[in-house]
């Protein structure tokens, strides 16, 4: 296998291209192209490059012959319109946005073997031979169609020059473009959209006569048929990539145009539409090859070879038909022996904290962005796969971010491996001065068998998981190890053994030492920038990392204690990971909400506000500062100065006196449900949008699944505890608490209803208590806890704090039928 430690973004530094090897396993590998109009955002890299990347380095480690192919597609419509935006050709946008690709790319160790692009004469020739081919064939017609012509810039528009309302019924999506509805997925014709408009000059377009080229689908739908019927089971397709073909066969087969009026793209080789170029969706997927062919002149040993490779494709949800329906369609037209695509990985999309990545509106967390947090490269990639949405959308949230490195890569992988490695660097007598200790009696010393028995399984487990693409899958696994390592060493109790049974402690060091190893190896394909770090500190080179069966590496990891040999010397152990903190997280928050134009007027401001400045001032409104003991001039809002005081010792006693722990300062207020569904990554909880009477609604996860039905969660009044310190439920923050009342075994739950009437965001009353609420409860004070144990149902389902009514202008709080029952 290759080199582990590199991450080569173009195909660089290899002495010669690999071509397929009779007798072995041959896996071609494709991620989807992406567009170069702008730069790539975290949705777009976990949803093709860094799962193709993944599955790469796993392909690698089992010791098969692997190539990744990659790039970026530069013709079409996208890159006119951005070239257009920024005043240039469209050759220098390409040049300009390829090379930032590559450098988002490598900076995210993405080990393509070949990164190209499509505006190259390979892909010319390749593209302009399949159509040849397919006109030869006659699989190919012409036909005249209306497309949107712009008066004021004169010219026909392609997709992306026109923009309009979507005509999906229950959509109605105002930006969507002439292609497809960025909103509802549906793919589009420019003259079905509804009020269109020229995307350069904003006028209203007119319909136009034109002649173009079609591919004959619906000739074709056998020999596609019998292609996907057969495939989609050998490659064990994921269900929304046969989901989304299915859709498209069901709604019949149209001829599709393979033509556009643009300038910038792949000539058509035809007398009668010299004027023309092809259309992106049918020179794009080409771009694979042409890319292979810029890898190696013999890359038809690759493309042209279906018994002895197997091709594999990675990309995101709104691409499945081009690859499963368009692409084999067109290369079935050729009459050649293609190499078919065999397994296609889908994504469904990465949505950020409240709303969805958009590379047109520049919203969320970009490439560039992620290197410039200085959060390290295996902490992105680790996040994004464990988010990895193979199902349903997930979100990305700052605080799950946090979460996952502080507990799972800190608390979990990094504290196992510096545990084991400290402990052995440790100076003679305290420890084994950095040599690996012999463990003759390993596979007799019960606890670390039975170990060694878990492991085994787990990384038959890791395999089956990752032959099948189910990346997130084998991460868990993967990380399943590294759990059951701590909980090994603290039943081993190792730092007592080495005093009282040195014999013991051997085998469970030397054990320990070879879960490391495991660990890296298995971790690679994940984080290899991590596992090239741990193979320093072990003292290995990374080339170490091996599945191969050929080698034994499955089988002997079920003896964990021969991955590494007695009298080893380690090298330095050094932190994994470093702890995220809550301001950085707030910080990151703010500096990337909005879209990436607002953040760079905001920085703009924020600077020139700086400039203006000859001191600094503060406003405030009701409250005093006292910094670091000095006095300082503060000034209201009117501008005028205040001066402060330094607070006096009975001040300091005064202000740091905990307040009563009284019902009052609990902030529970109506709320309507505007929108509740189940949570991507969790089967008994719910993730609801609830309107408390603020700007925006708060995202609130509860655990009810089993015991309300999700209709019933819909569009109601709720009681809502709003200041809870906000929790991460599985990915998601919670900022609120629905209550509810449960029976005494808590078989049974039913939510706290406010009356119908009741204002959504009146907070909920207590006749006879009165004062403001906590901004946010302090966990270490138990102020909830406390109260938590008087709030009840009586026997009139009346909900309660010890006998006190929860109260609202339109009457009191109830439950269906649960008396007595804990309120929570």
């Avoid at 590379?359 to 959060?375: E, L, M, R, Y």
């Avoid at 901004?775 to 389902?797: A, C, G, I, S």
Wanted: glycine share 6%; charged share 25%; net charge neutral.
């Amino acid at each position: 296998m290759g080199d582990l430690s590199s991450s080569n973004s173009s195909g660089e530094g290899q002495t010669a291209p690999k071509l397929p090897i009779p007798g072995k396993r041959n896996i071609l590998i494709t991620s989807a192209l992406p567009y170069v109009n702008n730069v790539p955002h975290l949705g777009n890299i976990i949803g093709s490059v860094l799962s193709a990347d993944v599955f790469a380095r796993y392909c690698r480690l089992r010791g098969y012959n692997t190539i990744y192919m990659c790039g970026t597609d530069e013709y079409g419509t996208a890159t006119e319109t951005k070239a257009m935006e920024e005043n240039c050709s469209p050759k220098k946008i390409c040049d300009k946005y390829h090379a930032i690709h590559r450098e988002v790319y490598k900076w995210f160790n993405i080990s393509f073997d070949e990164f190209g692009r499509t505006s190259t004469p390979q892909q010319t020739e390749v593209c302009q031979a399949i159509f040849k081919k397919l006109l030869e064939n006659k699989w190919l017609s012409e036909s005249t169609m209306q497309q949107l012509f712009c008066d004021t810039c004169q010219r026909f528009l392609a997709d992306r020059l026109v923009e309009g309302t979507c005509p999906t019924e229950g959509c109605n999506y105002d930006s969507a473009r002439g292609d497809q509805c960025e909103k509802c997925g549906k793919l589009l014709n420019p003259t079905e959209l509804k009020d269109p408009r020229c995307k350069v000059c904003q006028t209203t377009p007119r319909i136009r006569d034109t002649n173009h080229l079609f591919l004959e689908l619906p000739l074709l739908k056998d020999k596609l048929t019998k292609y996907i019927e057969s495939m989609s089971i050998a490659g064990s397709w994921s269900q929304n990539a046969i989901q989304a073909t299915n859709a498209w066969l069901k709604e019949g087969l149209k001829p599709r145009c393979i033509t556009r009026d643009l300038k910038w793209g792949v000539p058509v080789p035809h007398e009668r539409f010299m004027d023309k170029v092809f259309y992106v969706w049918f020179d794009a997927p080409i771009g694979y090859v042409s890319i292979t062919a810029c890898y190696t002149p013999d890359w038809e040993k690759w493309w042209k070879n279906p018994e002895n490779v197997e091709l594999y494709q990675f990309m995101g949800k709104d691409n499945v038909p081009f690859h499963t329906v368009m692409f084999p369609s067109t290369l079935l037209g050729t009459g050649e022996s293609w190499t078919m695509m065999k397994t296609i990985s889908v994504t469904e999309y990465l949505n950020y904290e409240a709303g969805k990545f958009s590379k047109s509106k520049g919203i969320g967390v970009f490439g560039n962005d992620a290197k410039d947090t200085n959060i390290p490269v295996e902490v992105w990639r680790y996040y994004l796969l464990t988010n990895r949405p193979e199902v349903s959308d997930t979100l990305f949230a700052w605080s799950d971010l946090q979460a996952k490195l502080n507990s799972e890569l800190l608390n979990n992988l990094g504290n196992f491996i510096n545990r084991v490695l400290s402990f052995i660097a440790k100076p003679s007598g305290t420890g084994y001065g950095s040599i690996v200790p012999d463990a003759p009696d390993a596979d007799s010393h019960p606890l670390t068998k039975k170990l060694a028995e878990e492991v085994g399984k787990y990384v038959e487990q890791y395999v089956e998981a990752m032959e099948k693409v189910k990346l997130k899958q084998g991460l868990k696994i993967a990380m399943s190890i590294s759990s059951e390592g701590n909980a090994y060493l603290q039943e081993s109790q190792f730092w007592k053994l080495y005093k009282e049974d040195q014999s013991s402690c051997n085998i469970v060091m030397r054990t320990s030492v070879g879960l490391v190893c495991i660990l890296a190896c298995l971790l690679e394909p994940f984080m290899p920038s991590f596992s090239v770090e741990v193979f320093k500190q072990l003292n290995l080179p990374p080339e170490k990392a091996s599945l191969c069966d050929e080698k034994g590496d499955i089988d002997r990891a079920k003896r964990p204690w021969e991955f590494l040999p007695p009298n080893h010397k380690i090298g330095t152990p050094e932190p994994l990971f470093k702890e995220l903190k809550d301001e950085e997280v707030d910080f990151f928050r703010k500096k990337f909400a909005g879209s990436q134009a607002e953040r760079a007027e905001a920085e703009a401001a924020r600077i020139a506000e700086q400039l203006k400045k000859t001191k600094v001032s503060v406003a405030y409104t009701s409250r005093t500062f006292f910094f670091l003991g000095w006095d300082c001039d503060l000034t209201d809002g009117s501008g005028k100065k205040q001066q402060t005081k330094k607070p006096s010792a009975a001040t300091k006693s005064k202000s740091t006196v905990e307040p009563e722990i009284s019902i009052t300062r609990l902030d529970i207020r109506v709320g309507l449900i505007k929108k509740a569904q189940k949570h991507p990554d969790a089967d008994s909880l719910y993730v609801e949008e609830i309107d408390v009477g603020e700007v925006e609604t708060r995202t609130v996860v509860s655990g009810l699944v089993k015991y309300i039905p999700l209709e019933q969660m819909q569009n109601r009044k709720v009681c809502v505890l709003c200041n809870l310190k906000p929790a991460t439920m599985r990915g998601i923050k919670s900022q609120a608490m629905v209550l509810t009342a449960s029976n005494s075994d808590h078989t049974k739950f039913e939510l706290v209803d406010p009356p119908e009437s009741a204002a959504v965001g009146e907070r909920v009353a207590f006749p006879g208590f009165e004062g403001q609420p906590d901004d946010v409860l302090n966990p270490k004070k138990k102020v909830w806890e406390t109260l938590q144990v008087d709030l009840q149902t009586n026997t009139d389902l009346v909900a309660c704090y010890k006998d006190i009514p929860f109260t609202t202008s339109a009457g009191v709080c109830k439950v269906a039928s649960i008396q007595s029952g804990s309120i929570s």
